[in-house]
């Protein structure tokens, strides 16, 4: 649960925050093996049966987090066994990016209705009445499902008077909107990468912790201590993250302190892309293509594309901010090196295609760069507080919150052509991006503009986020008023765009 301290957060900030200490000042190849015990220290487990099991989870985290894949369990391998790949200053992991260690997974049962405790054996027995197969009888005064024959239906457990019946289902696949996860053979939560569109729901979901995605850390640090200018490009949702400890007018200055060149913001080619969609739109709906989706969440884009083939045409094709803002900057200075700072997993295997890896080089999220901040010991207290950032629009920060791209496009539109009309719609979450798909093929919304969000709320609630969405959403508020200017069709960006628009 995203803003919630646990133990969860706790060993993921762990994680994060050795392998970050080791890039900056260790010797990886000595220490890495010797960490499970840094990390997990004496006899007693604390978290689950056993300390031994505690730690060899946590030598699979570090592994991912370096980037490396997960060891065969049925092998005896050491933690840091071809570590030595990964020990480099450019990007660097092995698909897939979400992965699940296959011993932390509690085997969670798929989905299935069950009477509790709480059942008063009465006489109306409602359940057994409502219940289409006939699944439900009574024993010993109490109802019993018969698991054979139940559907699922939650017939049932709307018509208990005492609430005494209840659906569970694995975490993990309920937020699943691909349904993606299912179980193996010993029933294990297993992911089907033909489906996955690494949105990272599932990793958040899972309250074992045993869903992990790869990590850049490392070879981001390696770059950073290298005589190449690295730049940390922040997405708008870095609005609040780090706060209160960490103030706006405070970021450069942090991220410098990291040991980046200077920060930009995302919001800036948010800008761009909100010109470049509704050109599009204005262009090509309904005289080319019957609507058109927006761009900017990668896992939203990649889900439709493969759940509907036939209607990718139908997506925007603007580039997304990250890649708009890191193009600007490769304009401005092509040899240096550019890591995307975002709420967002799917964010990396966007920047792993051929036509983005050569304008971002890594990809970290807010959770991972707070593990930096510990491991390289930067005092917030002691930074001086500088301008904020005010590059950008509040309609391009607005790009963090659902319903924000297509506020900013319709906007935009309006700009150009203030008697073109343009219907909207808006789903986040995967389940539900998918219904409204599903409409869209349909016929339900030609003409439309349709903006897509994998996470539930927007970007605010991805799965590399620190803070509470509500939080998120007041500080992402605050900042909007900090925009510099209100004009996303300024002419300088005009101008930028059709710099890029010429490459």
């Known amino acids: ?16 925050t050795e392998i970050a200490r080791l890039a900056y000042e260790g010797d990886i190849e000595k220490e890495m093996d ?12 604390t978290y689950r049966d ?9 030598g699979e985290r570090l592994r991912v987090a370096m980037g490396l894949p997960l ?11 071809g570590v030595e790949a990964s020990l480099i200053e450019e990007k660097y992991y092995e698909p897939p990016l979400i992965n699940i260690i296959k011993f932390a997974c509690n085997s969670c049962p798929e989905k299935r209705v069950i009477v509790t405790e709480g059942c008063q054996g009465c006489l109306e027995h409602p359940c057994q009445e409502v219940c289409p197969k006939q699944a439900i009888h009574m024993e010993n005064g109490r109802s019993v499902i018969d698991q054979e024959k139940c559907i699922k239906c939650g017939k049932c457990l709307e018509s208990c008077p005492y609430n005494a019946i209840i659906k569970q289902e694995r975490p993990c696949a309920k937020a699943c909107g691909m349904n993606a996860i299912h179980s193996d053979e010993y029933g294990r939560a297993e992911i089907d990468y033909d489906k996955c569109v690494s949105c990272g729901m599932c990793l958040v979901s899972c309250p074992f912790s045993a869903i992990v995605d790869k990590g850049q850390i490392y070879q981001t640090i390696m770059a950073l201590k290298s005589d190449t200018p690295v730049y940390a490009i922040v997405a708008p949702a870095v609005a609040g993250q780090f706060e209160p400890e960490l103030k706006n007018t405070q970021l450069r200055g942090a991220f410098k302190a990291l040991g980046f060149t200077d920060i930009k913001e995302v919001a800036v080619g948010a800008d761009l892309c909100t010109i470049e969609e509704a050109k599009d739109f204005m262009k090509e709906v309904p005289e080319k293509i019957p609507f058109m989706g927006t761009s900017c969440c990668p896992a939203w884009s990649v889900m439709a594309k493969k759940t509907v083939p036939q209607l990718a045409n139908c997506i925007s094709m603007a580039l997304t901010p990250m890649v ?3 193009r600007l ?19 990396k295997l966007e920047a792993s295609r051929k036509s983005v890896r050569s304008y971002v080089d890594f990809v970290l999220t ?4 707070k593990g930096m901040f510990d491991a390289k010991g930067v005092d917030f207290a002691s930074l001086p507080e500088e301008e904020p950032l005010t590059q950008a629009s509040s309609d391009g920060r607005g790009f963090a919150v659902s319903g924000g ?16 009309e343009v219907k909207v719609v808006s789903a986040n979450g995967l389940q539900e991006c998918k219904k409204m798909l599903m409409a869209a093929k349909a016929g339900k919304y030609n003409g439309y503009l349709l903006e897509g969000m994998a996470c539930p709320g927007g970007c605010i609630a991805g799965a590399g986020t620190v803070q509470t969405v509500k939080k998120a959403g007041v500080a992402l508020e605050k900042m909007k008023k900090e925009a510099s200017f209100e004009e996303c069709m300024d002419t300088s960006f005009g101008g930028e765009l059709e710099k890029l628009e010429e490459l």
């Open 366 to 369: 807010f959770e991972e760069v």
């Open 324 to 326: 708009l803002t890191a």
């Open 329 to 347: 900057l490769k304009q401005e200075e092509p040899d240096c090196k550019i890591v995307f700072v975002g709420p967002c997993a799917a964010k």
């Open 34 to 45: 010797d960490l499970p015990y840094k990390i997990l220290p004496g006899e007693i487990a």
């Open 50 to 58: 056993s300390i031994f099991l505690e730690r060899a989870i946590v």
């Open 1 to 16: 649960m995203r803003g919630l301290y646990s133990s969860k957060t706790k060993i993921r900030h762990q994680i994060f």
């Open 71 to 81: 060891r065969n369990i049925s092998e005896h391998a050491p933690i840091s066994k």
């Open 405 to 420: 791209v297509a506020a900013a496009v319709v906007k935009a539109v309006k700009r150009m052509d203030p008697y073109r």
